[in-house]
């Protein structure tokens, strides 16, 4: 591998909120075409190095390249190379999902011709086109969720940002997005999400980094993490990596609906 | 694997360095469709937008009419009087709350998904100024076809009402400005609405909307020659009722152009703050 297939580097991101430090000496390297996880309790980093990455933040310390790109100084160049899909829902209720989809397109600065072939595209993924004309706020939860990652997608992005994809979706919704997403890479495109859901990071992700309190605690496949620490399950890793496990499973069995 | 960044030719994306203008373009076209799809959604916002005017115009303007009837109101017709005060108070009302939906974005997270993209931050606002002349330049033609129906004639003819159209939209720019520099200082919409309301009412009144300078206390008339609103009033008043004068005319337009300096600078000093 050249330095060129990395989708993301960080190099030693630190950044101080007041008196706080929310990350502290942060590394990792996401490859091209990979799906790699950031897995972590609230509050423990996630958030704040995605922001990082998608330049809505500067950091303190240390730098970053997403696309082989430098996010903090050529920051223009980086966000027409990524996409990022929040983790609130920000689809506009009041548009359509086709409305939504075109209105990204044209902050993408996609030509109206190829953003209509791209949106019907899009829609087709998403398997939305038989709603592609319901607002977005009627849509159920699990159809409102693909809207709102097709809305990341418009520009083609090299590296797809997702904030807590699965939140709050019940586990056949879950699973939905979960092949919808590998979709995606199968496009071409290299996947960052973040998630508390170990399951999520088991099943989905080729590798995940455990961070934890604004430090990575440890960074590899999740077979690999579950091999060297001798034990069964992802979650006795985190354990073992972190000394806590990690609060808020959804239960296997019974999950909120949308 | 490599990076598919000749993806974006593919695409038909507007990429090149020297396609700027065509960016903004694409921006501006997304971003105005998106204000005007959200409003023909709310039918009831329609409604209001029409009716508000005309209620202005039909019930106060008979009300005040039968009230001034002895008044020495200028040109004697308290109707065509008050003509050019209500299109200048529904341009005022309409881009007080103009910046409202960039507060709403601010709240459900969609602005910052706006700004994680690579269009210009700043069309984000440029679009809000041109959606609102076009709505409030709509509003106005309304104001002044009805008044037209009701007996009231133009003294400076269609050439005026263009005039009074672009006095209009100076002066709306700079409430406008103000407006996204309170969605951008503010924390919530619930704190947005009872200013814009509070301040909404006493600048109208301490205005020529309603009132000739002449027939206020003295104290009242100072504070309305302070006012900006009066100044645009005063205009489109002598258009209506007078004709044109020119030298006049191009003093309103630069002393609004100074008013919109002002107050797009204070909301650039809000946006850059907000923004983050």
Redesign the interface.
Known sequence: MTA??D?VQAVALTRDFAATRALDDVSFTVM??EIFALLGPNGAGKTTTMRIL???LRPTAGSARV??IDVTRQP??V????G?V?Q???A?P??TAR?NL??????????????RV?VAELLELARLTAHSDK?AGDLSGGMRRKLELA?GLV??P?VLFLDEPTLGLDITARRSLWSYVRDIRAG?TTVVLTTHYLEEADALCDRVAIIDRGRIMACDAPAALKQAHAVAALEDVFLAVTGQGLPEQPPADQLVSP | MTFRTDQAVSLGHASSEHRWLEHIYLEHRALFGRWAARLRRERLAILALVAQPLVWLVLFGHLLAQMAADAPVPGHDYLRYMTAGAVVMTVFNASLEGGVELLFDRESGFLVRMLAAPAHRLSIVTSRFAYLAVLTGTQSLLILAAAYVMGVRYASGLGGIAACLVIGGLFGAGITALSVALAFSLRSHAQFFPIVTFAGLPLTFASSALVPLALMPAWLAWVARLNPMTYAIDSLQGLVMHGWAPGSLAGTAAALLGFDACCIALAALALRRGMR
């Open positions: 060129r297939s989708a091209a075409g998608l330049t809505l696309a082989g223009k160049a966000r027409a190379l990524v990022w929040p609130d829902r920000t506009d009041l548009l409305e075109s209105f990204m397109a044209g902050m993408y600065h996609l030509r109206p011709a190829a953003a791209r607002l809305m520009h083609l090299a071409g």
